[in-house]
């Protein structure tokens, strides 16, 4: 046991040692351009550092136990403090520090970003502060979760939180480059922000009216719209019930755009049904799509599937008990569904509204294909990064504002509604017949849900044949695999597979950023989840609101951040692979978490401590214990980062690179030049490929029968 | 006296303001079976985890054959526990489930399988090597769970309640198991359970405790026939508080004097509800009285205050409404305040 922890103490001194030494310090530098020698050749900043790891590696072998010695602490803490205050102190073309080139001259001239070698001291670094506080009790002393958790800490503060402290301190830079309140407040209060133009009838209104208004009417229809429907399934007979749930898969696998294209397909000013509608009741045909009434139809479409399995959870939950008591108390069931049932659905509606509002203020791809000259937040924010007038200030700033509202609308819903709601499951039986639905309340559904049926089947239908006839938009119907060569055509000659359609570099990207990011996600995100189910350590509950809070940045912010953040030394990696799976593994993060931790919920703490007792350590408590009992987690951690990578575009586009597109990037160049047939067929092969990734997917982590074991909770069962 | 097994060293668990674990001494000696008693809350658990390591104390030390593990994780130290589920592993077969430890820490498969059907064989469970845990009746999966604390030759072996999930009618042969297992691997063991009858049954010693400190340790005997405080003596079976004066080595109170040692002052004196025997006629009176099969009880007005009293069933019985007189022999007593 005390060789080994000589041994993991060797691991992270060793590692350090290296990356001083032997690795390219600097990104892009030269095989022997370590810090040390950097150092010699004038960056003298970066000696401190080789003496840190020389040090480190002489207490590890000079001492019995280097983990409990104060030098270790002193020395990694020195070590950290100094990688990062040089790192942001020199900039590439110089001191970003004033006063810190009389201390190095050299400074003057600037330092390249982080390579090799300071990442992985930097990895390094964190592994033994990780050693040196289990040392102390950190985590009662296991190691792996001491690790685990500084190790996650460290990336959520470096990919989450110092890129919106960057964001933020950009709104307050002038276009001239220097800090001062006054730009933001400028910014901040413009009248194209906040205007009330269109209610009042002179002209039209704010952005943040826009968005708001935008995402009060989306939530709204989503969530009546996802009631009806969680009605319809959990309280009737009604026959189409399987079909309905089926439906309210389909807007995950879909990429953005293509319910959009589907919409303009059908309503614009040429749309099928537009030209229907005005050759037989003679209507001019109008641009009315575009703005409000279309992203409003996209989003409901999006949204209700959301709302609808929201819903259905809290219906589902409801005990039939007590609306058996309310019919016995005399009560008709108008009566016992206004006094009973919709009381204790409340809280649910509520959650599922708050949450598809927050959805729709980070919605992206509806709104640039459909907008028009409707402005919400998410598109002014795009325009001001990537449009004629690049204007980071601008972008930071509305960006700002898009993310108070959604944390705030986050907040409402995690503290306020965490309170409200009733759950009325209890480990007892629950034998009871759920009360028959009015009819009244019936048919209001049915009538509801109709639409919705007809107009999803009407949008599939369009994506279905859309990339297979000649021109869909003009209702030119002859069938052609065009637009598939176009994008996908390849040729078997003599210097083997060549590939030469449009759409082949984009797809093998979007392939590689899913196939990297989403194992990455999955095995953080249930990591996460292991060490807010069962570790406890100080902290934790910031940790927690950290990790999850992530979730409530919407995409463009975090695009607009990354951009801010990583473009410049000493971290700086836009245009590469990287960043786009960083990006995603990050803002995927909480979905694996609380899959994972609801999977944990239901598992007796005690396996891990029997396992614990048995002499594994935490990596083998996870490895032998936990992931066994929650592949189910585990399977939808991934299928769901590996779904998101493929489909989702907010944040990737302003990531993207030429080197390094995007299928949904590519996708919607193709739809603002028009190219209709062209996006619907990518993306009905990007849905193809999905299904097929999925299916794998499920091969690979596999469902291994548990046999008639319905209990995991490792309690006992007397035989029969 | 040789080494104990476990020390603890004024130890404190605090968690935020509140302590589990308020300052507690303690030496468990080898081969022991010490018990940890008291009502929920009172700290027993976590003074189990503590020892396992599943716990770490914020205060104080915990010795496990004479080494200081206060700040060694579970992993590190050499325990068996015995867990309130069970806590087998549902995923694994028996066999897997008992080779697990030693496969764990480094035997290789074959040896680590050949020690687990070897103690399996001694636990009475050969041939259901290959089964589920969910394919094993209750007490079937408690050996499973102990064959599996013991294969490692552990320093100590810990159960935390473990026959709360065992059915009442198998409890006593369940508690016998261990206790013979125990003595046949001569394993130290501590025993975390909130009933005293368990605990009278099993232990070598019962450590009580209250509000996370120790309110006595002592053999089962002496708890139950010397309780030193008020809490001891109503925790661990019935008792009759008496309340009154020491005046130079005599209790007094109202209707009784009796001697007493001890400093004078104020007293509270502790009287089993069999160690009083009663007498038709006098100035006390039958309240109520109670056919249990196994003995009568009866609850009588005295002039000290309402008395509990049980007595044999082939007595003469009494009827309630009867007088009666009753009569304590000043052995029979114990000071507790």
Redesign the interface.
Known sequence: ?KAFEGRIGLIWSGLLLASVLALPWFKGGAIGASALAEGVAGRAWLLPLVAVAVALTALTFLTRNWRVHQAAAALVGAGLAWLILQGFGIGLRGPALPGIELLFPAAAAGQPGFGWGAWLAGVALIGALAEVLA?R?FC????FAAFSIVGIVAALTLFVFFPILKLMSAAFIAPDGTLSALPFLARITAADLWSVGCLTGAGRCGVVINSVVLGVLSAAFATALGLALALLVARTDFRMKRALRAISILPIITPPFVVGVAIIVLFGRTGVVTVEVAEWFGVRPSRWVYGLPGILMAQVLAFAPVTFLVILSALEAINPTLEEASTTLGARPVTTFRTVTWPLLRPALAAAFLLAFIESLADFGNAIVLGGSYDVLSTKIFFAVVGAQYDLGQAATLSVLLLALTVAAFWVQTRWLGRASYVTVTGKSDAGLVAPMPLLIKWAAVAAVLPFVIFTAGVYMIVLIGGFVTDIARLEMSPTFGHIWTAFSFEVGDRGLQLFGSAWDSMITTLWVSALSAPLTMGIGILTAWLIARQDFAGKRAFEFGTLLSFAIPGTVVGVSYIAAFNVPPIDMTGTLWILVICFVFRNLPVGMRAGIAALAQI?R??E?????????GG?VLA??VL??IRPAIFTALVYSFVTAMTAVSAVIFLVSARHNMATAYIMGRVENGEYALAIAYSTVLMLVMVVCVALMNLAVGR?K????T?????????Q | MTEPAIEFRSVVKRYGDASAVAGIDLAIAKGELMTFLGPSGCGKTTSLRLIAGLELPTEGQVLIAGRDVSRDPASARNVGMVFQSYALFPHMSVLDNVAYGPAIRGTPKAQAQARAREILDQVGLAGLEARLPSELSGGQQQRVAVARAIVQQPDVILFDEPLSNVDAKLRRKVREEIRALQRRFDLTAVYVTHDQEEALAVSDRIVVMDRGRIAQVGTPAELYERPATPFIASFIGDANLIEGQVVEGRFTAPGMTLDVPGQDGPATLSIRPERITLAPGGPDRVMTATYLGSRMEYLVAAQVGEMLVSRPIFEPRLAAGQDVSLHIAATDVSRVA
């Open positions: 046991m040392a009790g009662r002393g296991e190691r007796d005690s396996m401590e029997a396992s614990q007792t048995m002499g594994a350590g083998r032998d214990v066994p009992l291994r548990l046999g008639r074991r209990a995991v909770t490792g309690t006992a069962q007397p035989a």
